[in-house]
């Protein structure tokens, strides 16, 4: 099993559908982020969570919010998807409080497509 | 805002080289640098983090340098293998909080 899982993969939706992506971890590791890859753009992060009651704006939080349910679990929401929110979104975890590099694990990423 | 641009876009090399990947930054001010692997319809897979006061990193047939005063990071892979090809990605951390700028990568083929 993948030590960080998204789900669903793919999913396709049409403009104002309410969205979740959800992503869990079996790293143990304290920080959780969501980012999304367009062609061209590179990755941009979305949002990020320290902890349970730590969440934090990324570049580009617009349009989107998180939830940190447990330590192993952040999920990412779309409340009225629109088009150019058609993406690659990943999921990644990195370990602070143990004392890691910062080193960032992602999941296979979640590929949104609004209509 | 940091800036962070991988050259050449693409690259297409025999099997047996040695090759070069270049990733180029506008501010100096970093935390670290790390450098990615994509595979196609797969997430990223960390290959190397190099801290700000480091000058390079190892693993295997990959060395990382970097180059904070001249805004620059090289990925060297020795002696390439078909398995190599992937994108590449590089990614800036100005704050140790993983708010990551990437590059939009290099796309490498290695030629059997």
């Known amino acids: 099993d993948a030590d960080v899982t998204q789900t669903p993969r793919n999913r396709i939706t049409k403009t104002g559908k309410r969205i979740m992506l959800e992503c869990s971890q079996t790293?143990?590791?304290?920080?959780m982020y969501w980012y999304r890859q367009d062609p061209g753009l590179g990755l941009r992060l979305i949002y990020y969570s320290f902890d349970v009651k730590d969440i934090n704006k990324g570049e580009i939080s617009d349009g989107y919010s998180v939830s940190r349910q447990a330590q192993a679990k952040f999920s990412l929401s779309l409340e009225s998807a629109i088009p150019n929110q058609t993406a690659l979104y990943f999921c990644?975890?990195?370990?602070?409080?143990?004392?890691?590099?910062?080193?960032?694990?992602f999941g296979e990423g979640s590929r949104l497509t609004v209509l | 805002k940091q800036e962070v641009t991988q050259i050449p876009a693409a690259l297409s090399v025999p099997e047996g080289e040695n090759l070069v990947l270049n990733c180029s930054f506008t501010d100096s001010a970093i935390y670290n640098l790390q450098w990615f692997r994509q595979d196609p319809g797969k997430g990223l897979t960390s290959l190397l983090l190099?801290?700000?006061?480091?000058r390079e990193q190892t693993s295997g047939r990959l060395n990382a340098s970097l180059d904070k005063s001249s805004g620059r990071s090289t990925l060297y892979i020795a002696a390439s293998q078909p398995g190599d090809s992937a994108t590449y990605l590089c990614a800036v951390d100005q704050t140790g909080a993983n708010n990551l700028f990437f590059g939009t990568g290099t796309r490498l083929t290695v030629i059997p």
């Open positions: 190099i801290q700000s006061s480091q």
């Open positions: 990644a975890t990195s370990d602070f409080l143990t004392g890691g590099s910062g080193e960032l694990f």
């Open positions: 790293k143990g590791h304290d920080r």
